[in-house]
């Protein structure tokens, strides 16, 4: 068995001052629930730090790793953070970023906006 270790991942982020749609989607049903799939409008499409293939790792400074289940638990955390809201991510390594399937007029099955 071979191991490698890559450098860390630089951390990634974003407050949210204001209440309002966050512009965020997540994949829920993907192997990284947690996976910032997409930029939609809101918030989020003024954060230039933010783009797709960041995986959520904290709300505010509470960990999402061992919420359970994933999605539902980190969700939960960011409806009931209030405002100011800081959301920290790390890099998807390139191996783990997930293919989402496409339906026939070009949707995203399984994106979850937030």
């Known amino acids: 068995m071979t191991l490698r270790f890559g450098p860390p991942q ?10 309002g749609t966050l512009g965020l989607n997540f994949l829920r049903n993907s192997a990284n629930p947690l996976n910032l799939a997409k930029i939609g409008e809101g918030q989020a499409a003024k954060l230039p730090q ?22 539902d638990g980190a969700l939960a955390l960011i409806r009931d953070a209030g405002r100011p809201m ?22 995203v099955l399984n994106l979850e906006p937030i």
């Open 10 to 19: 630089p951390e990634v982020v974003a407050t949210f001052e204001t209440d």
């Open 86 to 107: 800081t959301l920290t991510f790390t890099p998807l390594p390139p191996d783990t970023q997930p293919k989402p399937k496409k339906t026939e007029d070009d949707g």
């Open 50 to 71: 933010l783009k797709e293939d960041l995986l959520l790792t904290h709300v505010n400074s509470t960990c999402v790793a061992g919420v359970d289940p994933p999605y």
